[in-house]
């Protein structure tokens, strides 16, 4: 193997690892030791790739935020039409893996750990992953009145809160499954929760 696919791979691992304990322990419970021995490597392994937890924190976050982003544009590329780009994006976010989706919340978990230009810079990949690709299908929406007129970074905070409010203990209870959860979230979102409305639409 060359040294920069070795290279590649011993950051791969030393991420994999990274994740695992930021998702289990908070920002400050976590240690270089303790991803050092998750990972199976020296310290000096470790630290030859990353300087710091906090450097060695925000590549783990950038390399699965950019991915997620990549994920999301293709997903809504994929359709046309603003409900149906919608449902593209939002089951490709529900067949992440649970690790996958909840590794996203850290931004708002430890956000705040941080100062600029760290800071700024976990909200900025945060913000292009997922906001900034539902904001520009709601504008699109809007601009073929598929949408009424509105805010589309507002509308698009709310789609996202609709969708994270499916994936909790209680609603997994009531929607089972994706599917399931997919046609709440759109249909409350374009409907509303009128029911006398949706009997004057059929």
């Known amino acids: 193997m060359h040294q920069a696919a070795r290279s590649e791979a011993m950051i791969r691992k030393l991420l994999a690892a990274a994740e695992s304990l930021f998702l289990a322990r908070s920002y ?32 783990m976050m950038a390399a699965d935020l950019e991915a997620k982003r990549d994920l999301f544009v293709a997903a809504a590329s994929s359709a046309s039409g603003c409900r149906e780009r919608l449902r593209r994006l939002t089951a490709a976010y529900f ?45 699109e929406g809007m601009r073929d009145r598929e949408l009424r007129a509105a805010d589309s970074r507002l509308l698009a905070w709310q789609f996202i809160a609709l969708v994270e409010l499916t994936l909790n203990r209680y609603a997994a209870k009531v929607l089972p499954d994706d599917g399931a959860r997919l046609d709440y979230v759109l249909d409350l979102f374009f409907r509303g929760a009128d029911g006398q409305r949706k009997k004057e639409e059929a």
């Open 28 to 59: 400050a419970d976590v240690t270089m030791d303790l991803i050092a021995e998750k990972a199976q490597v020296t310290k000096g392994a470790l630290y030859h790739h990353f300087a710091s937890k906090e450097d060695l924190y925000l590549a």
């Open 95 to 139: 067949a992440l893996p649970r690790e996958k989706r909840d590794l996203i919340q850290l931004v708002r978990r430890d956000t705040n750990v941080f100062r600029d230009p760290v800071r700024a810079r976990l909200v900025r990949l945060y913000q292009a992953a997922l906001p900034q690709p539902v904001e520009r299908i709601m504008a």
